[in-house]
């Protein structure tokens, strides 16, 4: 393929993958279906997923649907079923405070959309962007170490804590 | 491709979660909206790494999936205690610390 189709190639995939990322972060914040909820969650980490594998990061594109879509995903659902929350539609799953949401993520993203037009609106990514696992896993075992030991442990008091919590009595 | 397509996304990303987390009266969809915006710092920082050419950007959301997950666990954890104690996750009713 040549750099223009290959560049068109992208472009169209990124279209893709930021529609379903966007209509599936929208359908979370607004259904009142838990489990639907949880459901266009997959949506949405999948095609954030696609957008590493877009960038050339292949083992942080992977290890998004391992543990994201594939653990974390799973864990909200057993939270939906043991918090026992009505399989079908449920009216009362926004509350009043919504006008509060929109008061205060609109001007969010305004703001933000204004300063990385501002900061960012020449940069060009390379069209070769890819980082091999291999290079992730070099950095990751040499300069960030111990960072890594100690986001294990965390990790271990997490789920130690979360059992201890979650234990009856 | 233009980095800003990225960070976009990850703004708009950001945006709806923080929407999301304050209209939500159920404490788990709150904890998705959470990762929602979990989600958008990691585009970001994967973009910036595809920017510079480093894969720091990459190492970096490893550790805020792994960071992502601990937070999900424990967020649960207390959602169900909140059920248990309380027969509700309506988050507008946890109001014991109001005067």
New interface residues.
């Given amino acids: 393929m040549t750099i223009g189709a290959t560049m068109v190639a992208q472009h169209v995939a990124f279209g893709i993958i930021a529609a379903v990322v966007i209509a599936g972060a929208l359908r979370v914040v607004t259904t009142n279906n838990v489990v639907h909820a949880a459901l266009w969650l997959v949506a949405v980490l999948t095609g954030v997923g696609a957008s590493f594998l877009l960038l050339g990061a292949e083992f942080v594109g992977v290890t998004q649907l391992l543990i994201y879509v594939g653990a974390i995903v799973v864990l909200f659902l057993f939270g939906i079923m043991l918090t026992r929350a009505p399989i079908g539609r449920e009216v009362n799953l926004t509350g009043n405070s919504w006008p509060v949401g929109l008061v205060v993520a609109i001007p969010i993203a305004g703001v933000l959309t204004y300063t990385l037009i501002d900061a960012f609106g020449a940069d060009h990514i390379g069209d070769n962007t890819r980082q091999f696992t291999a290079q992730v896993s070099d950095t990751l075992f040499q300069n960030y170490l111990i960072p890594f030991e100690v986001v294990s442990v965390l990790l271990l008091a997490a789920l130690i804590g979360a059992i201890v919590l979650a234990r009856k009595e | 491709?233009?980095?800003?397509?990225?960070?976009?996304?990850g703004?708009?990303?950001?945006?709806?979660?923080?929407?999301?987390?304050?209209?939500?009266?159920?404490?788990?969809?709150v904890?998705?909206?959470i990762?929602?915006i979990l989600?958008a710092v990691?585009?970001n920082l994967?973009?910036f790494?595809?920017?510079h050419?480093t894969?720091?950007?990459?190492?970096f959301?490893?550790?805020i999936?792994?960071?992502?997950?601990?937070?999900?666990?424990?967020g649960?954890?207390?959602?169900?205690?909140l059920?248990r104690n309380r027969a509700s996750?309506?988050?507008?009713q946890v109001d014991a610390m109001r005067g």
């Avoid at chain 2, 649960?76 to 205690?81: D, E, G, K, S």
């Avoid at chain 2, 996750?89 to 507008?92: G, K, V, Y």
């Fill in positions: 491709m233009l980095l800003n397509e990225f960070l976009l996304l703004a708009a990303l950001f945006a709806i979660g923080v929407y999301g987390v304050l209209s939500r009266r159920n404490g788990v969809m904890l998705m909206s990762e929602l989600n990691n585009i994967v973009a790494g595809a920017l050419h894969v720091v950007g990459q190492v959301a490893l550790f999936i792994t960071i992502a997950a601990a937070e999900v666990g424990v649960l954890a207390i959602v169900l205690m059920y996750i309506d988050l507008d």
